[in-house]
């Protein structure tokens, strides 16, 4: 790692009073659909829950409060090769640090990784070992969250991304190895470092562990690639199979194929904006039926208000569109593609049809996908979903310490 001073000065987050008080404005202004026989969420977002979390929005959520939260750690904004990052950083306290940049996915903001990075940075304080410690640091996607706006580089995806990463880590920052994490896209945009650049890697630490071409051709945006369901499919794989598909189905078809169509409502409204972000952190997250079990309307809002304020709906959904018209092509032949060391978690809500969690890892093995990476630690939890370090912190902190020890 480098030896030499942090060569940035932190600028804290501020958002001013006369976009909070625009979004107050508009929240008010809102013109309602009628949602009749929608108790059961079947027809997507219920309005009295949603009219519910508005009047939180407008009435009780205190921005300044969760801007405090956010800025009790340091945030820097740099120009990576012409584009906008912003970061936030834990300096880690041990006898040697290494440095490590999680990326986060969508409808994820860097906020999503808040309940890892102490416990990273500091492990003696949790009690762990503070010869685990990490400089931990979180940037905003590019065209995500304060990483905007992205006036230049619409074609942004996540393999771009990795490069921006790989040049603000050795270059910007001045390390001279470093770790990396991530989950959903950021878990592609590790996935590419692990493969470009795995020499300059530690190791890398995962949520799952798709192939990086899985964005690649015609039926990228179908979660069934058209393949139909056999008709002797037993009722619970039929049954499981047919609820991942409409967990996904809506998102990955809008988002690859025509995400700047929507984004003209959801960036002029925020309460459309919220609605579909909020229709994935209900149907991704292991809420056992109430959101609220893993997101408080606290935490639903401050996500959403980053995503608002920033005005970055439109360019953080087109990223999956980008990985579909600029298709990711090997930087080399070899196998495994990821040479990084990597460490996967698997999260039990996301268990594929008929798979347990007690053969999950099994079930990875023997599958296709298995011989992409070159995976050195593999766990599956019973419990948590889509937004792991958010979920169940505890278990991906325990995850990601076990995949660096022997790759420091």
Not at 168 to 177: A, N, P, Q, R
Not at 265 to 280: H, T, Y
Not at 362 to 373: G, K
């Amino acid at each position: 790692m480098s030896t030499v001073p942090f060569p940035h000065e932190p600028q804290p987050i501020y958002v001013s009073e006369e976009l909070l008080a625009d979004l107050i404005n508009r929240l008010k202004s809102t013109k309602w659909p009628l949602d009749s026989s929608n108790d059961d969420w079947f027809y997507g977002v219920n309005r009295n829950y949603l009219e519910g979390l508005v009047d939180y929005w407008i009435n009780c959520f205190d921005w300044r409060k969760a801007e405090k939260a956010i800025n009790s750690y340091e945030h820097y904004n740099v120009q990576v090769e012409g584009v906008p990052v912003h970061f936030m950083r834990k300096p880690g306290k041990g006898p040697n640090p290494i440095p490590i940049i999680l990326s986060h996915g969508w409808p994820w903001t860097f906020w999503h990784w808040s309940k890892v990075i102490d416990p990273l940075a500091d492990p003696a304080a949790f009690g762990g070992d503070p010869a685990e410690a990490f400089d931990v640091i979180v940037p905003s996607l590019p065209g995500f969250g304060f990483s905007s706006p992205l006036l230049h580089h619409p074609d942004m995806n996540f393999w771009k991304m990795a490069d921006l990463w790989h040049t603000l880590m050795m270059e910007i920052l001045g390390y001279s190895k470093y770790a990396a994490a991530g989950c959903d896209v950021g878990a592609l945009v590790t996935g590419q470092l692990g493969h470009k650049y795995p020499d300059e890697l530690y190791a890398i630490h995962i949520g799952s562990a798709q192939k990086l071409n899985m964005f690649n051709g015609d039926r990228a945006w179908d979660f069934a690639k058209g393949r139909p369901l056999p008709d002797n499919l037993p009722e619970s794989i039929r049954t499981r199979t047919l609820e991942l598909d409409r967990r996904f189905a809506s998102h990955l078809a809008v988002h690859t194929l025509d995400p700047g169509t929507l984004a003209y409502g959801l960036s002029d409204s925020p309460v459309g904006m919220l609605a579909w972000i909020l229709e994935r952190w209900v149907k991704w997250s292991d809420n056992k039926g109430n959101i609220e079990n893993v997101f408080s309307k606290d935490d639903l809002l401050t996500h959403a208000t980053i995503f608002w304020i920033t005005g970055t709906i439109e360019s953080s959904m087109r990223v999956y569109a980008n990985n579909n018209r600029y298709p990711w092509t090997p930087d080399h032949d070899r196998w495994p593609v990821v040479e990084a060391p990597t460490g996967i978690t698997f999260v039990g809500y996301e268990n594929p049809p008929g798979i347990q969690t007690n053969n999950r890892v099994q079930h990875f093995l023997e599958s296709d996908r298995a011989p992409w990476y070159n995976h050195v630690n593999i766990t599956a939890h019973e419990q948590g979903g889509h937004f792991i370090p958010w979920e169940i912190p505890e278990e991906w902190v325990q995850d990601l310490r076990q995949t660096f020890r022997g790759h420091r």
